[in-house]
């Protein structure tokens, strides 16, 4: 009688413990990692997460939820497939059980292929007329790159400045080639400068010959009557005024401070009663032997 008293008992037992289940152990910590934690722009890599529990034990098998602290640098899928989006950091997250852990990756853009400029060349005005030139950067599979790192530069100063922004900005009447470059390789776009001429504006109908160092008559109209009353700029650099009359200015040019050239055109800015007028001559810098 006493067995079978222990016998059911120990059935009894045996029925409440299954009927209960196994325990459950809450989630103590969510380490993310990433396959790569550098990448390039357009480039994928695999996430994967370790769920540990209050006991110190990883937990097969947990429910791991992905989502993306930087969506715009860094896209994250549901099955935790991180793709690099822009140039930047970008910080991937898994949760489970409350809990949750980040991974950072840094994005960088692929190797530039070509560069080139939104245009080829312009048109600006003075005083102070401005254009921007944007860079448009691809990689080797002509895929576009956003937001290139490229470092402009102008070849005549003294006709049109640029920032690191590629904003341009006119100085004197003339030509400038502005450059940009990046990675080994250029890319150049041709500005010229002219000014915005009215009725009252210095008008300018002929100009002699001009040689590096020599003189030069500029014939025209609506100059000041006065030496100190105009300013004459070839290329944007000052020659120095002998003689005026509101028809006729005479000139002498600097020897040095010029690109050699045999002979080649130039622009000429005369500017008197507060406005600017412009016209063109041409300019010989080296004397053939």
Known sequence: MMRRLLAVGLLAVAACEGSSGPRTIPVGSVTATAASTSMVVGATTQLSATVVGTDGNAIAGAAVTWT??????????????ATALQPGTGTARASSGGKSGDVSIVISNPPIATLGFDRDSAVIALPAGTVTLVPVAKDANGRAISNPTVFFSTDAPKVATVTQLGVVTAVAAGTAVISGNTEGIT???????????????????????????????????????????????????????????TTQLSVTLPAGGWACSAARTVAVQVNANNKSGVGTGTLRTVIAR
């Open 68 to 81: 993306s602290g930087t969506p715009s640098v860094l896209g994250v899928s549901a099955s935790g497939v």
């Open 187 to 245: 890319a150049t776009s041709r500005i010229r400068v002219t000014a915005n001429v009215t009725t009252t504006s210095p008008r300018i109908t002929s100009i002699s010959a001009m040689t590096a160092g020599g003189t030069a008559t500029i014939a025209g109209s609506g100059f000041a009557a006065s030496i100190a009353g105009n300013a004459v700029l070839v290329e944007g650099v000052p020659v120095t005024i002998t003689a005026a009359t």
